[in-house]
């Protein structure tokens, strides 16, 4: 029973450094979505794919990058870590566009050095 | 604009001190309002959907209900284990969905 998974779950990067933090879930879900949550600023959206094919922004974008690889994979690349975005990254997912909660994953706890 | 304010932020209980949790909202034509509980180092875990004003829900202490502007967590005679922080969200734009900054609560043995 799954639901969402996130890797890795910790990760020390230093400024410059590239990487992809990888999301999948296997509930059949349409709809998936990049958060960052840091202290006192609650989980702020990042990207997010209404369904398998397309990608929109959310509230911050700049610094990243997503593919929606297909229905079940959604994965966040920084392609050059700022310290500015260092903070813990949550992939969630929900049914479809209509009133359906989402389901989240575990977290990446991400340090940019 | 924020569409999603909670408070208060932060709550301390005594255990068995009952209290409410506030959330309101600014979107328009609302959607379903959802609340979840996060504790430390893990993620949000779903808690309850609430789609018209007047509707409750209830999970053993907790009990959440809808306004035309705010929701409600009612947490009654709260233990220890209740300790958390909740976080309330709505959707609105395009399949957007938007949370509050959440209210961290402790309850004291």
Known sequence: NAGVTQTPKFQVLKTGQSMTLQCAQDMN????????????????????????????????????????????????????????????????????????????????????? | EDQVTQSPEALRLQEGESSSLNCSYTVSGLRGLFWYRQDPGKGPEFLFTLYSAGEEKEKERLKATLTKKESFLHITAPKPEDSATYLCAVPYGNNRLAFGKGNQVVVIP
């Open chain 1, 29 to 113: 879900h349409n709809s998936m979505y990049w958060y960052r949550q840091d202290p006192g600023m609650g989980l702020r959206l990042i990207y997010y794919s209404a369904s398998e094919g397309t990608t929109d922004k959310g509230e911050v974008p700049n610094g990243y990058n997503v593919s929606r690889l297909n229905k079940r994979e959604f994965s966040l690349r920084l392609e050059s870590a700022a310290p500015s975005q260092t903070s813990v990254y949550f992939c969630a997912s929900r049914r479809d566009r209509t009133n359906t909660e989402a389901f989240f994953g575990q977290g990446t706890r991400l340090t940019v050095v």
